[in-house]
């Protein structure tokens, strides 16, 4: 994977992925990325959104008022 300033960062895969097992996600480990870090600003939803991540797709469904999470080290953008 190779972001906006060119830096590589290599994706590994974590657990793994069934849909018929009933999982509805994929969660990768980013290499360089600490899960832990809070540096990203809060953005609460002013109205009922969905929001995905443009790195592995993931949809959510959030209420009004609830923080914008992030995914892949970004945070996840809101479907037109």
Not at 3 to 15: E, I, L, N, T, Y
Not at 29 to 44: H, T
């Amino acid at each position: 994977m190779i972001d906006c300033v060119k830096d590589s960062r290599k994706m590994v895969p974590v657990g793994e992925y069934v849909p018929d097992k009933g999982h509805n996600s994929a969660s990768f480990y980013i290499e360089g990325l600490n899960p832990g870090d809070s540096s990203f600003a809060e953005v609460r939803l002013e109205r009922d959104e969905s929001v995905y991540c443009k790195t592995c797709n993931k949809l959510l469904n959030l209420k009004t008022g609830e923080i914008i999470p992030i995914c892949c080290g970004k945070m996840m953008e809101v479907v037109d």
